[in-house]
């Protein structure tokens, strides 16, 4: 078989030698905390503000703990919807900016998620965030909120991203009523 120059035969996929292999090990070495689902800096400190906000108030209570967590969450991604026209990066974004249309007052108690807690920031910066030094306490497979305490690390980080949002996202009493 001759082959004509229009006749060009490539490989199947989008790394035709092979260095994404390669390229995710290296990456994995260097910085083993980040993936495609925490690869948003600013979801590290939302996890550290939420858990600084929810161990605030009576850190006994796992389920009150939760809650507070969960209130901060959907509070912070319905201020990003607002900000942004509906177009954040925050998971449950979509389900937030229904919410937030043409109602006088954000109702917190409605979930973003189906399943917020392990699907929305918690679920996915838990681990990399016990990795990077943020949260003790939380690396297992089995974690309670009210058991996970933010190192110094990660009360500086929450504390910056509660002073430079400050203009946009007012957490108030509604993340811990």
Known sequence: ???????????????????????????REIVPGLTQATAMTRGFGLLCLALDVAMS??????????????????????????????A???????????????????????????EQLSSGVWGAYRRSSSAFGLIYGAGGRVVCLSETVLTPSGHQLANALRTNASGHVQLGHWATE
Request: proline share 7%.
């Open 88 to 114: 954040g990066w925050f998971p449950g974004k979509r389900r937030a900016w229904r919410l937030v249309q043409g109602v006088a007052e954000y109702p917190v108690n409605l979930p973003i998620l189906d």
């Open 1 to 27: 078989d001759v082959l004509e120059p229009d006749d060009v035969r490539t490989r199947d996929g989008g790394d035709p030698l092979g260095f994404r292999a390669y390229a995710n090990r290296l990456a």
């Open 57 to 86: 108030q009576n850190p006994i209570n796992e389920a009150a703990v939760r809650e507070r967590f969960l209130r901060v969450e959907r509070i912070w991604v319905a201020a990003e919807a607002l900000r942004t026209n509906g």
